[in-house]
């Protein structure tokens, strides 16, 4: 791929996530915030970051070092950890988890590790 259009998907993916947490953050406002579309809204919207933060890391590896790299990286762990939070979250918000059921999968080492980061 080009590095043009590299640019150009990273920056759309910029604008798209700037427009779903400007919309987000208006539904949290109004006290929306425990309906199924909210926590899809914000699944997508996150899922949309990691995709500009990867054009923004593959634009700058060329003249990058170890710490761009290791930032990157750090970033893109606690994207995604958020993102499998909130989709923990939009299981009890649908019902198809329950909160003892979520409280038990805190005894599962990866989810331990998810609280500490994520919460």
């Not at 949290?28 to 199924?36: A, H, I, L, N, Q």
């Not at 919207?45 to 290791?70: C, H, P, S």
């Amino acid at each position: 791929m080009r590095t043009q259009t590299l640019l150009r998907l990273g920056a759309f993916a910029t604008l798209v996530t700037a427009l779903g947490v400007t919309v987000g953050n208006l539904i949290y406002f109004f006290g929306t915030v425990d309906t199924v579309a909210y926590t899809w809204l914000v699944f997508i919207v996150y899922t949309i970051e990691l995709f500009a933060i990867m054009a923004l890391f593959a634009v700058q590896v060329k003249r990058g070092d170890l710490f761009n790299l290791i930032g990157f990286v750090l970033l893109i762990i606690g994207t995604v950890f958020y993102i499998v939070k909130n989709a923990g979250e939009m299981l009890i918000v649908t019902g198809l988890l329950t909160e003892a059921q979520m409280a038990q999968a805190g005894h599962i080492g990866s989810f331990a590790a998810l609280d500490l980061i994520a919460i």
